[in-house]
């Protein structure tokens, strides 16, 4: 007689536990279920479906061959037995039985266990403002929520929407309704940029102005007070800036573990109230495995256990949970957050700590912005990459990478290859040097990468005194500073015609001539279309004992991603 093996919950980890188990060990006795009756399907691939991007619901449930991953499956082609809606109710660890209920009856039942795996998951918050239990507030929790809100799209009746949240979810959500639905959708955050907890401002402000650019009303360092209903299918959301009247809304609040079943059986939880594991994902009870949304996880990069909910790490925590069931010993040794998301026509990835991650964990955090042609320059279909680098000032240690572009899958090259690296310790230096292929359909000669590591190394030195393009952007406006911009003349005159005197331009090729022009009191700003030729001019500036300058971090290119109507 096999080992039994219960499984709470069916959507990713369960399901790759399931699989993987039996892989290993054909003789288990291996039983999943779940509460919901539409189970094993890509929940990431959700807001896609809502977008019109996967046209049939069925896509995100069926295999790479195409087969429907239902009871059925489970059942015939993997030899797993499959109870749905079916609710585990309390897990009698004494006894190793778990009870549950099937809701469609109400009959319930024991299911004894040799080993025990929770993959419950995490839920969709509601936050607690009044109205937010009102019909035609959804979550995107499961397909049921995506099957709902597309067919209320397309009945044509939904003109405008409110998504409150702008975390990950929450942007996915709101492309989806403004791409292809038109839907004019007003995104609400609390914080005062987007991906509030995962990208610093730099690269948040780019995709603010991807947002912005695509029609999206953009209300940030907004509270939302409460919604109700004002008249037939139309619902008023009241904020903290302005009141607005909306055919449905959409709560991307964020999400919360599902641990209250592993609570109540006595089980360790953490902090921010997911499941402690070990790291061979082992509960408190050692014959109780955990993993995905519902569980804690170690930052590699912090040291600190937080929730991290995506599929890819469920997946591989699935693997390894199925390998240690069947006498293996596999390890999750933790997470660097890595993380990508596709906007509108950009990409954006990340993957370490923000700058303000950074801080509160208790580095000395310093970073550099570049932005460079993900190809060669000269290349046709170059696109430019805004890339944000992290270091601790002390140690040098490299804390996290941040990256936006209209080539997404370049975007993400970049990141994911510094997310290898960053559990290992890899140092500013060993940027500079990073070792990366090299064609001209492909990448430059000097990878942004390792441009990205030299600008922090010189900012490090002391060499390069950088300003982000936002601060140049407050502080011009307001006519605090002026510019030396060392482009060409041509380049320079539409901004000396609208800017006058606060536009000094002289060229790269002029400069050591003219410097005497430069008042060495004055604050100045220096421009170039990316950077480099400003870092360069502020070098030989400092030569001549002028110091009081910043080089604007990423040039032009930064400004026009930041406020395009600067120009």
Not at 191 to 197: F, G, H, R, Y
Not at 281 to 290: F, H, M, Q
Not at 351 to 372: H, I, M, N
Request: hydrophobic share 40%; glycine share 10%.
């Amino acid at each position: 007689m096999g080992k039994k093996v219960v499984i709470i919950g069916a959507v990713a980890l369960g399901p790759k536990v399931a699989c993987r188990l039996r892989r290993l060990d054909p003789e288990a006795e291996i039983i999943l279920i779940d509460r919901d009756d539409l189970i094993s399907y890509g929940g990431c691939g959700i807001p896609y479906y809502i977008g019109g991007d996967i046209n049939d619901i069925d896509d995100l449930r069926k295999t790479t061959a195409h087969v429907l991953r239902d009871r059925s499956f489970f059942a015939d082609c993997k030899g797993i037995r499959v109870l749905t809606r079916a609710e585990a109710r309390e897990i009698r660890r004494q006894e190793k039985r778990v009870r549950i209920c099937h809701l469609e009856s109400g009959r319930e039942e024991f299911l004894p266990y040799d080993k025990l795996v929770l993959a419950t998951g995490a839920r969709a918050v509601r936050p607690r403002f009044p109205g937010a239990e009102l019909p035609r507030v959804f979550t995107v929790s499961d397909l049921h929520d995506a099957e709902t809100i597309k067919a209320l799209m397309a009945t044509g009746r939904i003109g405008r929407a409110a998504v409150i949240g702008a975390g990950a979810i929450g942007l996915e959500v709101t492309e989806a309704l403004t791409d292809l639905w038109g839907v004019e959708t007003t995104l609400i955050e609390m914080e005062d940029q987007v991906l509030p907890t995962l990208l610093g401002k730099c690269i948040a402000r780019v995709a603010a102005r991807e947002l912005e650019k695509h029609g999206v009303h953009l209300l940030l360092d907004t509270k939302v007070m409460g919604i109700t209903e004002a008249g037939r299918d139309r619902l008023t959301v009241q904020t903290s800036r302005q009141s607005l009247e909306v055919d449905i809304v959409v709560l991307a609040a964020g999400v919360r573990p599902n641990s209250e079943l592993a609570r109540e059986a006595g089980l360790a939880l953490g902090m921010s109230g997911g499941i402690s594991v070990d790291r061979r994902l082992r509960t408190s009870d050692p014959d109780i495995y955990a993993g995905g949304d519902c569980i804690e996880v170690r930052n590699l990069i912090s040291g600190e256990n937080t929730v991290m909910a995506l599929g890819s790490l469920a997946n591989r925590q699935g693997r390894i949970i199925a390998t240690n069931i069947s006498g293996g010993q596999s390890h999750f040794k933790g997470t660097v957050g890595t993380f990508c998301l596709k906007l509108f026509d950009f990409g954006i990835s990340k993957a370490g700590l923000t700058f303000r991650q950074a801080k509160e964990t208790g580095f000395d955090p310093v970073y550099a912005v570049v932005s460079q042609a993900d190809h060669a320059h000269f290349y046709p279909s170059s696109e430019l990459i805004y890339l944000t680098l992290l270091a601790d000032r002390q140690s040098r240690k490299i804390l996290g990478i941040e990256a936006a572009g209209k080539n997404g899958e370049a975007v993400k090259a970049r990141v994911d290859t510094i997310a290898v690296l960053l559990r290992h310790g890899l140092d500013v230096d060993e940027v500079c040097s990073l070792e990366t292929g090299y064609a001209p359909p492909f990448a430059s000669a000097m990878d942004v990468l390792n441009n990205a590591g030299n600008a922090l190394d010189n900012i490090l030195a002391g060499r390069n005194r950088p300003g982000d393009a936002a601060d140049f952007l407050y502080e011009f406006v307001r006519k605090k500073t002026r510019v030396l911009d060392i482009r060409g003349e041509a380049e320079a005159a539409p901004f000396k015609e609208k800017y006058g005197a606060r536009w000094l331009n002289i060229p790269q090729n002029q400069l050591r001539r003219r410097c005497d022009e430069i008042d060495g009191d004055e604050p100045f700003f220096l421009l170039c279309d990316t950077g480099p030729r400003s870092y360069e001019a502020q070098v030989f500036l400092a030569s001549q004992g002028l110091n009081n300058t910043r080089n604007i971090q990423g040039g032009l290119a930064m400004i026009k991603a930041t406020d395009p109507e600067f120009i």
